[in-house]
């Protein structure tokens, strides 16, 4: 899902699930390769590594997603119970439009690899009232965002490049300007901006990327509503009603430094997990 990014705008590089896992950790292996967190904190250096981690507060995958195969090492760590993970080791050092990291947690598919019990693919105007919970510890240092990465695709997807559109909702940034008109979704104010993108390894392959950032940066989002953001996208004809919502994603891109970042919490509801 490598994609090439305007140099203008500076925006976010390649997605969540391109590199299969290469270096188990330590757990209970499960049927797409991937483990089941262990009870004791767990580290991933190897480039895509993932886990699940499964439990009262929903089912995700947590990855370790470098994405370019000359970037520098990078370490994760799931250092306690429940969707969290830290930034342990970071070698990134793009200065270019390209980011060089993702590790994030993710719910539902992504190229193969799905979350357990997620009710994801769904109809996005199908899901009753989805939400999110996030929040994070940043070092302000480096070029980096936080942020929720959406994919959307025309009929359900499990597998392959998802061409619908990607909706980007960065939480806080460090090292971007800022760009894009200015609109008010959830009681939050947002830059707002979108283009067509391009493949870096198909190049007839294109989708539209959608950013939303928050005015002021922020440390945590409670029950952040997101029918509000596909409404306002249908309203641009971004988006149809007839799309799929495949994957949820909570993570960092990382152009540079990064070493630090901490996802505290993420927890999703309102339709996206099974009960």
């Not at 969540?16 to 797409?32: E, I, K, R, Y």
């Not at 480096?142 to 909702?169: C, F, H, P, Y």
């Not at 945590?220 to 971004?238: D, E, M, N, Q, T």
């Amino acid at each position: 899902m490598r994609r090439k990014t305007p140099v203008a705008i500076l925006a976010a590089g390649v997605l969540a699930g391109l590199l299969p896992a290469l270096t188990p950790a330590a757990g209970a292996a499960s049927a797409d390769g991937a483990m089941s967190a262990a009870a004791g904190p767990t580290t991933l250096c190897a480039a895509g590594e993932r886990i699940h981690v499964d439990g009262r507060w929903g089912d995700y995958v947590l990855m370790n997603n470098t994405l370019h195969p000359r970037s520098a090492p990078e370490c994760i760590s799931h250092y306690r119970p429940g969707p969290s993970f830290a930034v342990i080791r970071s070698g990134a050092n793009s200065h270019g439009p390209e980011s060089e990291a993702y590790p994030n947690l993710f719910s539902g598919c992504s190229w193969g690899f799905c979350s357990d019990r997620s009710a994801l693919p769904a109809r996005v105007f199908s899901l009753r009232h989805p939400w999110v919970s996030w929040s994070a510890r940043f070092r302000p240092a480096g070029k980096w965002d936080a942020n929720l990465d959406m994919w959307l695709s025309r009929s359900a997807q499990v597998r392959g490049q998802v061409t619908g559109a990607e909706v980007m909702i960065w939480v806080s940034a460090h090292g971007f300007a800022h760009v894009g008109t200015v609109t008010r979704i959830d009681g939050i104010r947002w830059h707002f901006v979108h283009w067509t993108t391009r493949s870096l390894i198909q190049r007839h392959v294109t989708w539209p990327l959608i950013i939303f950032r928050t005015v002021r940066p922020r440390h945590r989002v409670g029950h952040l509503a997101l029918k509000p953001f596909f409404r306002y996208l249908r309203r641009l004809h971004l988006i149809h009603r007839g799309y799929w919502l495949d994957s949820v994603h909570a993570g960092f891109e990382i152009w540079n430094g990064g070493r630090g970042l901490r996802m505290l919490r993420f927890q999703e509801g309102g339709g996206l997990q099974k009960h």
